[in-house]
């Protein structure tokens, strides 16, 4: 009954900020590494983020790194990711997927993955 559901997708402008979550029901996110993927048309798929299941380490992509953070609330089950100065670069359908205590960057590593949700950056 393991169950991943993203929310906060939509449209941003350039240059505003983003937030995403990532609510777990069925486990507990305090064994499990989380990651955030995004893929946009034509694109290969990229790892955008990973918080390890102690919440002590995390990774971003280069392209991200600096104006973005993840973060864990265990009382709510929910990791969440915000994108600060997001470009129309960041536009991509993003997926949060968790597999055991570390991250890893290759996405066959997430056994459970969210449906996935649209962002898109635009004026």
């Known amino acids: 009954q393991l169950q991943l559901v993203e929310s906060g997708g939509g449209m941003v402008q350039p240059g505003g900020s983003l937030r995403l979550s990532c609510a777990a029901s069925?486990?507990?996110?305090?064994?499990?590494?989380i990651a955030w993927f995004r893929q946009a048309p034509g694109k290969e798929r990229e790892g955008v983020s990973c918080?390890?299941?102690?919440?002590?380490?995390?990774t971003y992509l280069d392209s991200v790194k600096g104006r973005t953070t993840i973060s864990k609330d265990n009382a709510k089950n929910t990791v969440t990711l915000q994108i600060n100065s997001t470009q129309p670069e960041d536009t991509a359908l993003y997926s949060c997927?968790?597999?055991?205590?570390?991250?890893?960057?290759?996405?066959?590593?997430?056994?459970?993955w969210g449906q996935g949700i649209q962002v898109t950056v635009s004026s």
């Open positions: 997927g968790v597999r055991k205590w570390v991250c890893s960057p290759a996405r066959s590593l997430y056994n459970n």
């Open positions: 069925g486990f507990a996110l305090n064994s499990y590494a």
């Open positions: 918080i390890s299941s102690a919440g002590a380490t995390a």
